[in-house]
């Protein structure tokens, strides 16, 4: 089983602090002044219902859809997470389609492409964008580390194992019956 981020909303507030967190550091020059709301294309989004809010983000799936469905093979496994090449990406919405998680979104960046004679023109691309547990660090997602109610956490397996005996022992503990003395 992958690794994947997993958001608790009984815990989340819906500051969003997470996706700042995300964009700062999947931003390149690594110069925060230089973000602009053009350039605010986080890889996770916080929900906010009336009572709840939560951050939704790549499950990163075993036998991902969004790969299965790419014409150009853009979307691959690279290890522990599944990758975009942004090279390889055309922008067409597939992978979007795909996602049974609604993680996947295409996002349009600049590009800086040659005219021919020596001209640079600044266009549009359009590309797939989605969480890639921030493979490019070594303390792995900046987003749990910027939550500050710890409600963001990396699974797996193990992690999900403890998760799952845990919700039982809850449901068990709350339906049992009250004996009287």
Known sequence: MNR??????????????????????H????DCSAITPQSFQPRIHVI?????STATMCRQCEDAPCARVCPNGAITRNGDFVHVHQERC?????????????????????????SGAALN????????NKCDLC???AEGPACIDACPTNAIVCVDRDRLE??????????ALDSAPTLAL
């Open 162 to 171: 403890q998760l799952s005996r845990d919700k039982r022992r809850r449901a």
């Open 4 to 25: 994947f981020i997993f958001a608790d909303a009984s815990k989340c507030i819906g500051c969003r602090t997470c996706e700042v967190a995300c964009v700062v550091s």
């Open 90 to 114: 055309i922008g067409c919405k597939t992978c979007v389609v795909a996602c049974p998680y609604g993680a996947m979104e295409v996002v349009v960046r600049p590009v800086v492409r040659s």
């Open 121 to 128: 023109v600044i266009a549009q691309k359009a590309e797939a």
């Open 135 to 137: 493979h490019h660090r």
């Open 27 to 30: 931003h390149e020059a690594q």
């Open 48 to 52: 906010k219902g009336v009572d709840v």
